[in-house]
């Protein structure tokens, strides 16, 4: 929790939750920042963590635990856990709880009530952009079934995936586009692109739902979820090894607008399943 811009990582004002160890050894623990500083945080006189269990798994330490939504104990200790939150994280090599973390630290806004498709947690390696300036930007999650993906582009107008049959080219192609209209409401579409004509939703299943589309700042970013196999003739499989995609963004809404900017890549979306 926090009360300074998004883009801000300052660590004052916050109600942190910290945890360590395994075993018997094993801790979480509810602190407090209230001051607007960098300092240490302060070990809450009112512990609201509770049912929790820590484990290491191959090289990393997971902490599960709940709270409720809305403790008892002062705002400026417990935040309110809304629907968008604003989340700091830091972690430390040292096995020792001190406020250096040694700049492995960051800041990130999520939708706590969000619940996904998939039942493997995603532990923060599943991300491409298709370079420094990210300009594109894949995020993803993988389930048994389905995977959850957020494709995000630096435009006003459409963002497009493509899954394609032949490397670094637009077609044969399994396309999928987004936007955000002028008033404000997400479009997806489920496309076939058999030429470098414009990809066509006509014909193919719509296969693809729609979680969240949202434009801000210049950034359109949508979220969606599909199967790994569709069955559909016009959509390509989503299976273990690397796939081939496409990307491209348009300048404007229009779902024929020709790209202002593309590329490709080759992913592997199953490497942590």
């Known amino acids: ?69 809305s403790t008892d104990d002062s705002l400026v200790r417990d935040k309110i856990l809304a629907r968008t939150q604003k989340i700091l994280w830091a972690q430390t090599n040292s096995g020792q709880y001190d406020k250096y973390h040694n700049d492995m630290c960051g800041s990130v806004v999520v939708e706590l009530d969000r ?53 670094g080219r637009m077609f044969v192609a399994d396309n999928m586009m987004c936007w955000v209209s002028s008033t404000g409401y997400g479009h997806i579409e489920d496309q076939y692109m058999p030429s470098y004509d414009a990809p066509s939703a006509s014909g193919d299943n719509q296969d693809l739902t729609l979680v969240r589309a949202t434009e801000i700042g210049g950034l359109t970013s949508c979220t969606f979820t599909r199967k790994l196999k569709t069955g559909d003739s016009f959509d390509r499989a989503i299976q273990p090894g690397m796939t ?30």
């Open 115 to 167: 619940t996904s498709s998939c039942t493997q947690v995603d532990l923060g390696n599943n991300t491409w952009c298709n370079s420094a300036s990210e300009d594109f930007c894949l995020y993803w999650t993988v389930g048994p079934d389905y995977i959850d993906i957020t494709m995000q582009g630096k435009t006003t107008g459409t963002v497009s995936l493509g899954i394609t049959d032949h490397a």
């Open 1 to 69: 929790s926090h009360q300074e811009v998004v883009n801000s990582n300052e660590m004052g004002q916050a109600d942190y939750i910290v945890a360590d160890g395994e075993g018997d050894t094993a801790w979480i623990r509810d602190y407090y920042l209230a001051q607007n500083t960098n300092d240490e945080p302060d070990l809450d006189s009112q512990q609201d963590v509770d049912f929790w269990a820590m484990s290491r798994v191959e090289g990393k330490t997971i902490a599960e635990f709940s709270r409720q939504l």
């Open 244 to 273: 081939n995609i496409v990307w491209a963004l348009a300048p404007d809404d229009n779902p024929l607008t020709k790209h202002s900017l593309r590329g490709s890549e080759s992913i592997n979306f199953m490497a942590l399943v």
